[in-house]
């Protein structure tokens, strides 16, 4: 069975830090390129961040650079995304996706994940 399970989420302060996970089972992640999206309440869902399979690109939402950053370990079958500084319009449903190449288009990707909540807060 195909899975992308997503981890790591939390309620954090603003100026905090997180490392998010994303995992896959059943089939190669390695063979895939993985993107991370999320879902703020009332909005559209929104490519922040994007990994190529042999880690030779890496893509950011303009608003996001400096303060996120991906990386995949193949041989644990695993994305992350590093985020720092975080702030309040960072609060999101974090989902992790799977496609052939990186895109910001949603129905690029083959493979999705639930999701993992984001709250940024004091």
């Known amino acids: 069975q195909v899975q992308l399970v997503e981890s790591g989420g939390a309620l954090v302060q603003p100026g905090g830090s997180l490392t998010l996970s994303c995992a896959g089972s059943g089939f190669d992640l390695n063979s895939y390129a993985i993107g991370w999206f999320r879902q703020a309440p009332g909005a559209e869902r929104e490519g922040v961040s994007c990994i190529s399979q042999s880690e030779a690109s890496a893509y950011y939402l303009d608003s996001v650079k400096g303060r996120f950053s991906i990386s995949r370990d193949n041989t644990k079958n695993t994305v992350y995304l590093q985020i720092h500084f975080l702030k309040s319009e960072d609060t999101a449903v974090y989902s992790c996706?799977?496609?052939?190449?990186?895109?910001?288009?949603?129905?690029?990707?083959?493979?999705w994940g639930r999701g993992t909540q984001v709250t940024v807060s004091s």
């Open positions: 996706a799977a496609g052939l190449h990186c895109s910001a288009q949603n129905f690029v990707y083959d493979y």
